[in-house]
């Protein structure tokens, strides 16, 4: 039988392995805190992998499996407990902080749209696909970070969920197009006349980042204002987060907008010294 202790650790080490700013950020959060934000990365990256990891399985499999796995969350989420390694600590978070179930109808919908949704014609229709890979992802995380104005705090989470999501999208262009995904929006692409499938990185996909990393970075400081309602603690874990997530820019600017030869990343040291930073200066 599963134990409560095995999952929250499986929870952790998914978390360690696939999601390193997460995790690090995390470290700045009361230790009885940090299990269920674990948690919580650990049902997005077991959908995540039934969408992108089951090797040459056809969509409609894949399709069967986040059905079956969304389907089985709800029925452990409505016995109260679980026997599957990652969802025994899911459930017992989300019933732990009255985390409302349709931000996990939304994210599974999202994800199911990875299975044929392969590009999007609108910042909008983006916008659509990202209110449940991305935007709720902040819903989900404020009732542990506990602000002192829920609703106040609700639009600023979603921004920084969007930025996050934006980031990823920059730094992962070649990786998602060997997925034959295409996350920039398709009318930005012929604005700048910029082709991703070229992988070359000429003058139009310097303008094209730009706009996009501009777009991106406004997220970024219209999420600031959230942070006003959050306690110490948690104010710290998500400054952290931002500012590792907003190095990650940098580094894409660094690298002169290759996202095609390298993958922008920002050092484990860098990392360090940035929790350590605002950690020990209360920031």
């Keep these: 039988m599963t134990t409560l202790a095995a999952s929250y650790e499986r929870c952790r080490e998914l978390n360690r392995a696939h999601g390193t700013t997460y995790y690090a950020s995390t470290f700045l959060l009361p230790a009885a805190k940090r299990p269920h934000v674990h948690a919580l990365y650990g049902f997005c990256r077991y959908a995540d992998d039934i969408v992108d990891d089951l090797g040459p399985a056809p969509t409609e499999e894949r399709a069967a499996a986040l059905a079956d796995f969304g389907a089985r969350f709800a029925r452990d989420l409505e016995a109260g407990d679980s026997d ?13 902080f009255d985390i409302g179930y349709d931000c996990f109808r ?39 970070l506990e602000p002192s104005d829920l609703a106040a705090a609700t639009g600023p989470a979603r921004d920084l969920g969007v930025a996050f999501q934006l980031t990823n ?22 604005r700048f006349g910029a082709d991703p499938h070229a992988r070359s990185v000429d003058a139009a996909w310097h303008d094209l980042m730009a706009f996009e990393i501009d777009r991106t970075r406004a997220f970024y400081a219209s999420s600031v204002a959230g942070q006003q309602y959050l306690p110490p603690a948690s104010k710290r874990c998500i400054r952290v987060a931002h500012r590792m997530y907003g190095g990650i820019l940098d580094r894409i600017e660094a690298n002169r907008h290759d996202v095609f030869s390298r993958r922008a990343r920002v050092s484990t040291p860098r990392r360090i010294g940035m929790v350590a930073g605002v950690y020990l200066t209360r920031a």
């Design 84 to 96: 599957d390694l990652v969802l025994k600590a899911v459930v017992d978070t989300v019933r732990r």
């Design 169 to 190: 999208f920059l730094r992962d262009v070649a990786e998602d197009l060997d997925r034959e995904r295409v996350y920039i929006p398709q009318e930005d692409l012929r």
């Design 106 to 144: 939304r994210f599974l919908h999202s994800m199911t749209m990875d299975l044929t949704v392969g590009t999007y014609e609108t910042f909008d229709d983006l916008m659509e696909y990202m209110d449940g890979s991305a935007a709720v992802i902040g819903e989900m995380m404020l009732p542990i």
